[in-house]
C-alpha cells in the first residue's frame, strides 16, 4: 500500500505550494473542500500562458518530462495554462499560438489530485516550484517542436 499513501503525498506538495501561491491559501483549500475551483492569483510566482487544449497537448508531447511545468486543462473551454515564470512575457510575447496572462489574473484551479468543474491538470503541480521554461515552450509550440541539443 505505499503507492497510494506516495501518490497522496505528492499531490499534498502539490496542492500546499499551489496554495501558498495565493496570498489567502485557507480559502484556496476551502475552494477546493468543496469541489470548486480555487482563484489563484498569478505574479509573483508565476504567470499563466493560454492556450487551445489540442496546442497545449501537442508541445506537452514535445517537451522532455523534465523540462515540464505544470498544465492545466479545461476541455470544455479547450483551453489550457503552462505555469512558466514570473518574467516570461516578454519571452512568449512574439508565440502567436499562446498569450501570458498578466500578473493579478485568477487562475481558476483544481487541487492537483482531481479534477474539478471539468478542470484538470494535464502535468501536475509537484511542490518543487518547478515551472516550464519559456523558451522550451516557444519552441514546443513551433513548426518544428522542441529538439534539445545532442549533447543534452
Do not use: K, N
Request: hydrophobic share 45%; aromatic share 6%.
Amino acid at each position: 500500500m505505499a503507492l497510494p499513501t506516495r501518490l497522496a503525498e505528492l499531490h499534498e506538495a502539490g496542492d500546499a505550494w499551489l496554495a501558498d501561491c495565493s496570498p489567502h491559501p485557507v480559502l484556496v483549500r476551502q475552494a477546493w473542500d468543496i469541489d470548486a475551483l480555487a482563484p489563484i492569483p498569478s505574479g509573483p510566482h508565476w504567470l499563466a500562458a493560454e492556450c487551445l487544449l489540442v496546442v497545449g497537448m501537442q508541445a506537452l508531447s514535445r517537451i522532455r518530462d523534465e523540462h515540464r511545468g505544470p498544465l492545466l486543462a479545461d476541455p470544455l473551454l479547450d483551453r489550457a495554462w503552462w505555469l512558466v515564470p514570473a518574467d516570461a512575457a516578454d519571452e512568449l510575447a512574439d508565440v502567436r499560438a499562446v498569450a501570458v496572462r498578466p500578473a493579478g489574473t485568477p487562475l481558476h484551479s483544481p487541487p492537483t489530485g482531481w479534477q474539478a468543474c471539468g478542470r484538470f491538470w494535464l502535468y501536475r503541480p509537484d511542490g518543487s516550484g518547478r515551472l516550464t521554461d519559456p523558451a522550451v515552450l516557444a519552441a514546443a509550440l513551433g513548426p518544428g517542436g522542441y529538439r534539445p541539443s545532442t549533447e543534452a
